[in-house]
């Protein structure tokens, strides 16, 4: 799975809102809180930078990925 070299921090925020129940519930400097409620209450900061740096983009990946019990591909297919 190759991850996108130019995802911004805004637009994964925006998918996970849109496609993984995701709530964006406040902004503290530089990073958006993202916070969801299925299966289980989950918070997760996500940078607001241009472009993410690759393993940043990963951890958030596995991270939710973790969670929601999907594999990182998944994630990734519904932010495409």
């Given amino acids: 799975m190759k991850l996108p070299r130019n995802l911004s921090g805004e637009s994964l925020a925006a998918a996970l809102c849109r496609s ?3 709530e964006r519930i406040h902004q503290s ?8 409620e299925t299966p289980k209450r989950h918070r997760v900061a996500v940078p607001n930078h241009v472009t993410l740096r690759i393993g940043t983009l990963n951890g958030i990946l596995r991270n939710v990925a973790s969670v929601k019990g999907v594999d990182r591909g998944a994630i990734l297919a519904s932010i495409r």
Wanted: proline share 0%; charged share 0%; glycine share 10%.
């Fill in 20 to 22: 993984w129940s995701y």
């Fill in 29 to 36: 400097g530089s990073h958006i809180i993202l916070q969801t």
